[in-house]
């Protein structure tokens, strides 16, 4: 799925949060969107699955403008990672990820044996088919994040948004995680946290400073020393490893 934002504007009050922020996000292109702490990366994504409604400017999902699109043809074209999954009520782990199929859904639909196969793959696919019968609530953060990821995976959408996955999660299903989402056949735009990551899985990444697209490219062309200087005021030394990846070395001044 092609997506393309023309001069996406979010302001809450008289502080702007976005400034005129204009993309277009190739099918099946894997994109990060990085920066510090209120550069205004989970505001951007949050306009797109349309938890925020932006000041100025469109958004549109293969040529047709997110607006004119119902909440259910949205959900069927995009599935969401958030940042915190709050659960008043004691679902099931397989009850949480079954809710990925209720874009298929009328009104009083219920669930058929296809969709417990779906579900149950996407759990076998972030490693948790134990744990379908455990109550949400009462899994680690981290266990958390890998029921919530595989609810989108049961969704089966052409485009997947994910607000720093890796959030909560250990080292092994940091990578485990983003190694699932890179294989996936879809369009993934992901705010990322860790500049290794983005490094690593990223075809494209879009560097953002207090509202504004600092530059924008692959990962060789954004993640210089100094550009992180002047993105996150830190020294950083940059190295190419023989596989042509980067690593990205702090210095401490």
Same mark, same amino acid.
């Given at each position: ?21 204009? +993309? ?5 292109? #894997? ?9 205004? @990366? ?17 958004? #549109? ?11 259910? $043809? ?14 008043? #009520? ?13 874009? &298929? @859904?009328? +009104? ?5 044996? $296809? ?5 149950? &793959? ?13 109550? #949400? ?34 080292? @092994? ?6 190694? !699932? ?10 705010? !990322? ?7 690593? &899985?990223?075809?494209?990444? !879009? ?13 060789? $062309? ?5 550009? !992180? ?16 990846? +980067? ?7």
């Amino acid at each position: 799925m092609n997506i393309q934002t023309n001069d996406i504007q979010v302001a809450f009050g008289s502080k702007a949060i976005l400034h005129d922020i204009s +993309l277009d996000i190739r099918d099946k292109e #894997f994109v990060g969107i990085i920066g510090p702490n209120g550069s205004g @990366k989970s505001t951007f994504l949050k306009c797109l699955y349309r938890v925020l409604q932006p000041n100025g400017g469109k958004i #549109f999902f293969d040529g047709t403008e997110l607006s004119d699109l119902s909440h259910r $043809d949205t959900a069927l074209k995009m599935a969401v990672v958030a940042q915190h999954s709050t659960v008043n #009520f004691d679902f099931s782990v397989l009850e949480m990820v079954l809710m990925g199929r209720s874009p &298929y @859904k009328g +009104l009083l639909d219920r669930d058929q044996l $296809d969709d417990y196969e779906i579900a149950r &793959y996407a759990l076998g696919q972030v490693g948790l088919s134990d744990f379908e019968s455990r109550n #949400f609530n009462t899994l680690s953060g981290g266990e958390q994040q890998r029921v919530i990821l595989a609810r989108a995976l049961a969704q089966r959408t052409e485009c997947l948004v994910l607000d720093e996955p890796t959030n909560h999660l250990d080292i @092994k299903y940091q990578l485990e995680l983003m190694t !699932i989402v890179k294989r996936l056949d879809a369009t993934v735009v992901s705010a !990322i946290h860790d500049l290794n990551l983005a490094a690593i &899985y990223c075809d494209r990444i !879009i560097a953002l400073k207090d509202g504004h697209i600092v530059c924008s490219g692959t990962p060789q $062309d954004v993640l210089s020393s100094d550009t !992180i200087r002047h993105i996150y005021g830190v020294s950083a030394m940059v190295q190419t490893l023989p596989d042509g990846r +980067l690593n990205i070395i702090y210095n401490m001044e």
